[in-house]
């Protein structure tokens, strides 16, 4: 009987309705648990430790590798592209064969500073030049399946399931307004996707109730309440605490460096708060789109690259500034490169192997591996190298500290990458 009357007081304490939550009925689920992690004493204490986190930040519609690290000391680069091709005295040089781009100052930059690695020759074996398909194995990690249902992340983090402790943030956040990443995908745990932080916050009553019945279900825990009273109380006062704290980082955060107006530049920030916060979440993903440049393509892909490398170098050096920048890595892809001969349309069609970016305060700087031959082509694209299972190996076993085999189904070798 006691029971069942201090439940109906908690209940009636709380008006039913009284408490609201932005997103719907119940709490955000990165915000609850999250009490210790946001505070800011904690987040003070530990600020620059913990540990490591990753960016991914993904580029949809495969970018064009060849006219992103240009091959400008190239004869047959020149000989294939006209319309498109960057000159080598317009390109930001990086030694006398290769050059970024002349919209990638961010990565000139960031080269300059030793917090960019550029990995050539990216790829896999018999390369799908489908938009969907060639995603869709990037993401699972799993390029002969018939059937891809989980991502290589979601496997990760369903496999540290049970190893986060007290400071309970969710592992992965999905930042944008797009479908979820399969590369997120996993059986045990949900990753959330959010739009924005600002969205997220917890709307209370102002008088005064849910503070009341907070305190009576502390006093029916301590005398032995039910296991959903607890469970409920506790989530709830986490929920509030976490809520608070996090609207306190939104208000009090002053970037260390001017972000760029950009849809990736306002997502970076949003890290870069999430990160200064405290949270312990590990996995960030985004996606950066429009690369699909079939047509009048150099217009286009300089502007992409230009938010690209602007938003990127933005992130690294407030991530510098804070002290963050030994332990936060940033990783770049696009499901393929375009092809080595521009086409008719003033664009470029779909190809194979392209380059990876690392970027952090933590990653060997400069070129890694040779540029992919211009002549010994696969369908007049270019031939991959380097696996991509070998970096996700080498971000899972040297950065995420898990076994990549558990995640990858096998064994693929590591890349230097990590100074």
Not at 249 to 262: G, H, I, M, R, T
Not at 264 to 270: F, P, Y
Request: hydrophobic content about 35%.
């Amino acid at each position: 009987m006691m029971k069942k009357a201090t439940r109906r007081a908690f209940m009636k304490g709380t008006g039913g309705a009284g408490t609201l939550f932005a997103m719907g009925g119940m709490a955000p689920h990165f915000l609850v648990g999250t009490a210790e992690a946001v505070s800011k004493g904690k987040a003070a204490e530990e600020k620059g430790k913990g540990d490591h986190v990753l960016v991914v930040v993904q580029l949809s519609g495969g970018n064009d590798g060849l006219n992103t690290v240009v091959p400008v000391g190239d004869d047959v680069y020149h000989k294939n592209r006209f319309i498109t091709r960057i000159r080598k005295e317009s390109a930001i040089k990086i030694d006398d064969y290769h050059g970024f781009h002349p919209s990638l100052d961010g990565f000139g930059k960031l080269l300059d500073d030793g917090r960019l690695a550029v990995l050539q020759g990216v790829g896999y074996p018999n390369p799908n030049r489908s938009h969907f398909v060639s995603m869709d194995i990037w993401h699972s990690a799993r390029p002969g399946a018939s059937r891809r249902t989980t991502g290589w992340l979601g496997r990760y983090v369903d496999g540290t399931s049970g190893r986060r402790g007290k400071r309970n943030d969710v592992a992965g956040i999905h930042l944008g307004d797009s479908r979820q990443p399969l590369a997120l995908a996993g059986t045990k745990v949900q990753t959330p996707s959010i739009q924005s932080l600002e969205g997220f916050k917890l709307h209370t009553s102002g008088d005064g109730k849910l503070k009341k019945a907070m305190e009576t279900g502390a006093k029916v825990n301590r005398a032995g309440g039910s296991d959903l009273l607890t469970f409920m109380q506790r989530s709830t006062a986490s929920a509030m605490g976490s809520s608070e704290r996090i609207q306190e980082a939104l208000k009090d955060y002053e970037p260390a460096v001017k972000y760029p107006n950009s849809r990736l530049g306002d997502q970076l920030k949003t890290v870069a708060q999430l990160i200064e916060a405290g949270m312990t979440t590990r996995i960030y993903y985004l996606t950066h789109g429009g690369f699909d440049t079939h047509a009048n393509q150099a217009q286009t892909h300089a502007a992409l690259l230009k938010q690209l490398g602007d938003a990127v170098s933005a992130f690294c050096f407030d991530m510098k500034k804070r002290g963050h920048d030994k332990r936060v890595a940033l990783m770049s892809f696009s499901e393929f490169g375009r092809r080595v001969k521009e086409n008719a349309s003033r664009g470029t069609d779909h190809g194979a192997a392209a380059p990876l970016f690392m970027a952090g305060g933590a990653v060997k700087k400069g070129l890694i591996g040779k540029h992919p031959s211009m002549t010994d082509l696969d369908q007049g694209d270019l031939k991959f190298h380097t696996d991509f299972r070998k970096v996700y190996a080498t971000v899972l076993d040297e950065w995420l500290g898990y076994d990549s085999r558990k995640v990858l189904g096998g064994g693929f070798g590591k890349v230097k990458v990590f100074a």
